[in-house]
Structures are given as C-alpha cells and as structure tokens.
C-alpha cells in the first residue's frame, strides 16, 4: 500500500517513522524550511518519556501535484489547516483513499463538498506532543515504556472494509494497534467535548501541573464534560465509546477529582496535554466554535463550558512552531 502522509507535526512525523521502519512503502509531506530541515537530518525525534534521540530517514515531498497517484493519504493536520487542503485533494483523483486523523466536532459534511464519499474515512491518533525548532519532542504511552496508545479509525456508515483491514494491518506490523469503531462520527465529536473543555482548564489554571492543585478549575472542567455529554445526547449522538468520558458520569466527583489530579500531574500531561494546547490553541478555538453550533442547536445551557471556552479564547500563551 503506498502510503502518502500529509502533515509532519509529532504523530505525523512518528508514523512515517514506524512505517518506514518496519518497510512499508510511505512518504512523508512537509513544507517550506521544515522539509529542507528533514531533506538533510532526517526526522529527528526525542520522547519525552525515556529522552531517547531518534532520526529516520524518509521519502519526502514538498508538493501535491494532481497527477500523482497513492493506494491512501493520511491526513494528520490541525483542523483549520484541513479546510485549506480539501480543494487541493479534490483534485487529486489518483488518491484512491483518504484517512482524516484529527479533531472533528463539526461532522463529514466540509469534506464532503470537494471529496467523493466513497474515498473518505476518518480515525484518530495516539499520543502528542510538539515540534520545536524542526524536532519532534512526543510521546506515545501513558507512561515510560508502556504501550503505545492506539489509533482509532472508522468508516463513515461504519462498514468494515477491505482497506479498513489493510490499514489496521499496515499499522499493527509496524506496532501501532488500531480499534476501529462503527459511528465515528459520534466517536470524534465526544472527543472533542472531552479535550475542549480541557484545553480552556489548562490556559485558565497556567498548566498542568497547576491544574492539578486548582480545585474550582478541576470542579468546572468536570460540569464542563458533563454540560457537552448533555447537549450530545441530546442531539442523538449516544455512543462516545470512550471510557474516560463515561467516567464523567457515573464515577462520584470527589474520585474523579483525585484521578484528574494524579493524571495532570504527570509528564503524559505536560506533553501530550499542556505541549499540544499552547502549539494548537488556533485549532481548539475552531473546535469550540464547532462545538457552540452544537449546543446552540440543542438549547441546552452550558455555563461550565462556555467559561473554559472564554478562557480559551482570552488566554496568551507562549508560541510554540508547529506545521
């Protein structure tokens, strides 16, 4: 399967590491000084977990051009930067199947509009992290030497199909497990109610480890999830899959605050959480703005959220070069 990825951000830039690795035929998009940067050194990673140094060299572009012909593109782009490339794939008609990796609160409609349904499914990726000055700092467990967090994908009418397969294949040899799941759809807009709110929390307190200590900020993150889970349910979209979101619900607060506390006080957090807010806060502010027609659509009121979204909003936070 030739494999194009678009975007060499952290989990951009780990994939086509992993993938190369293990000797799929993958190629590696990235612009500009970044892509003369990976033209001479390779890709150059630290994980923040063990600061193990690692560079792999890939096959790299710096364009799209229409003619040009792959068995599936993977996407892994900060949401405001898709909507600038559909018009572009659109016209990239020997594409044959294209995999959005990403937040999505907003559904498959944008995507739609310049690319044929039967080409599109949509997943998300494991781990986070940044890139400062051309090098990627990620990390991809929960903690040191663990297992690598999975990618989730699915197909839009949650079919599993013959590429389906041949994805999860293409990346469970190269030691990236996949789960796919059947409404992806409302997969990805749970997410979204989970990470937003967290995003505003992690600005309004300073960072994580702060966050930890801020008993009203952890207390107003919670209702925020719970205010998001509502005006979700409330919509039809019933199924997050996602265990630690179901938490927010049925597990008493003063627990779920002790097990916020542990979570934001760990190195996970501070890379995979704190790193990508303050490199992606373009991109979260697009994602509560998606998720405000959400709740305006309900009528449900969410003062919780909309605070952290105000905090989100307002905040200054120190630039961090990303794709």
């Not at 199909?161 to 040899?173: C, G, K, L, P």
């Not at 979260?284 to 605070?307: A, C, H, V, W, Y």
Request: aromatic share 8%.
């Amino acid at each position: 399967m030739k494999t194009l990825i678009i975007g060499a951000g952290p989990l951009g830039s780990l994939y086509a590491s992993l993938l190369n690795r293990s000797g799929k035929d993958v190629i590696l998009l990235a612009r500009n000084n970044h892509y003369h940067y990976l033209k001479k050194n390779g890709i150059v990673m630290i994980n923040e977990f063990t600061q193990e140094k690692i560079i792999e060299r890939v096959n790299l572009i710096n364009s799209i051009q229409e003619e040009d012909a792959y068995d599936l593109a993977i996407i892994l782009m900060r949401k405001n930067n898709v909507k600038m490339l559909l018009p572009v794939l659109g016209k990239c008609k020997n594409i044959q199947n294209l995999l959005f990796m990403g937040n999505n609160a907003q559904g498959f409609g944008e995507y739609l509009d310049y690319l044929p349904r039967e080409k599109v499914l949509f997943g998300f990726p494991g781990g986070g992290g940044s890139r400062i000055d051309h090098i990627v700092h990620y990390i991809d467990s929960e903690k040191p030497n663990g297992r690598r967090m999975p990618i989730t994908i699915g197909e839009m009418d949650g079919k599993v199909r013959r590429r389906t397969r041949q994805i999860q294949d293409m990346f469970n040899t190269s030691g990236v497990q996949v789960h796919t799941v059947k409404e992806i759809d409302s997969w990805l807009k749970y997410h979204v109610a989970f990470i937003n709110p967290l995003a505003g929390a992690l600005l309004k307190s300073g960072d994580n480890y702060r966050l930890a200590k801020d008993n009203k900020t952890l207390s107003t993150y919670i209702k925020a999830v719970q205010e998001g889970g509502k005006v979700l349910k409330s919509l039809g979209w019933t199924k997050s899959y996602n265990f630690k979101f179901n938490m927010f619900y049925w597990m008493p607060a003063g627990m779920l605050m002790g097990i916020l506390r542990k979570v934001f006080s760990s190195k996970f957090a501070e890379v995979a959480m704190m790193m990508h807010v303050k490199s992606a806060r373009d991109e979260m502010i697009e994602l509560g703005n998606e998720f405000k027609s959400l709740r305006d659509q309900s009528g449900i009121e969410t003062p919780n959220l909309d605070e952290l979204m105000h905090s989100l909003n307002t905040s200054k936070t120190e630039e961090i070069k990303t794709l």
